[in-house]
């Protein structure tokens, strides 16, 4: 049965993690450059992935170790896929690091192996794109990001954790989430900062004249954005900055 229609934008931010590929090698490097893979041994699956919806505080993480297929098999990430598929059926927009090269992609690599549906339409907000088109930091890795706003840093993990995860560790794992869940915490820290440089950012209020970066009701119109079309009234959130420009152009009278 398809989803009912939402009243207004379902925004989550969203991280995961993947496994590496497996494969055969007779050499480690290749002469002359290239790839030397015979094969693949395991292809790259889901570990786990975490997501927040953007207005509330839970944090919410799924590991293959959730699910009674992992008994069977470690690598099995179908029922983690089935979980992901309905985070993104439901959500409008998703807000992610590197989201439109990484996540999504990978997301949805993952959905055609097992074949799951088409989820329904979603609005990538990518705050690398942010980072690399609005402002000029050292890196634009989320680490760094997190470092330079003062918002924190990605937590470290011990040694060799995705190798233990393909091994089917179960502490690896825990450990896995942790990573996870606080990648979410971070973007969501680093978002909030960022989002009102991004000038054609999507309208998260649910277009009720309300802010479309931090949906406050403490908007003040401001002047006039003016082109050859004529001039649209220009508006300032009062508590995150974000400018936009919305409703009719008004034509000049000759």
């Not at 802010?211 to 004529?230: I, L």
């Amino acid at each position: 049965m398809p989803k009912p229609a939402p009243s207004g934008p379902r925004t989550a931010f969203l991280d995961t993690e993947t496994s590496p590929s497996i494969v055969a090698v007779y050499n480690h490097f290749m002469r002359g450059g290239g790839s030397n893979v015979l094969w693949t041994v395991q292809p790259w699956h889901f570990f786990s992935f975490s997501y927040q919806w953007l207005g509330e505080k839970k944090i919410h993480t799924h590991s293959l170790t959730d699910y009674p297929s992992f008994d069977n098999d470690i690598h099995d990430d179908r029922a983690l896929c089935q979980d992901l598929w309905r985070v993104l059926d439901e959500a409008t927009h998703v807000i992610a690091h590197n989201g439109d090269r990484f996540d999504i992609k990978k997301t949805n690599t993952r959905f055609l192996i097992h074949r799951l549906p088409i989820y329904s339409p979603v609005i990538s907000i990518d705050t690398l794109k942010i980072a690399k088109r609005y402002f000029a930091f050292d890196s634009n890795r989320l680490d760094y990001l997190g470092r330079d706003l003062g918002v924190g840093r990605k937590v470290e993990t011990k040694s060799r954790l995705n190798q233990r995860c393909f091994n089917g560790d179960r502490s690896a794992f825990k450990e896995m989430c942790r990573y996870n869940e606080h990648d979410v915490r971070l973007l969501a820290d680093v978002y909030g900062p960022m989002a009102p440089y991004h000038k054609t950012h999507p309208d998260l209020s649910g277009f009720n004249g309300n802010c479309p970066v931090c949906q406050s009701s403490n908007v003040q119109q401001r002047g006039f954005n003016v082109s050859r079309a004529g001039k649209k009234p220009r508006f300032q959130c009062q508590d995150c900055s974000h400018w936009w420009s919305a409703g009719k152009n008004i034509k000049e009278a000759a």
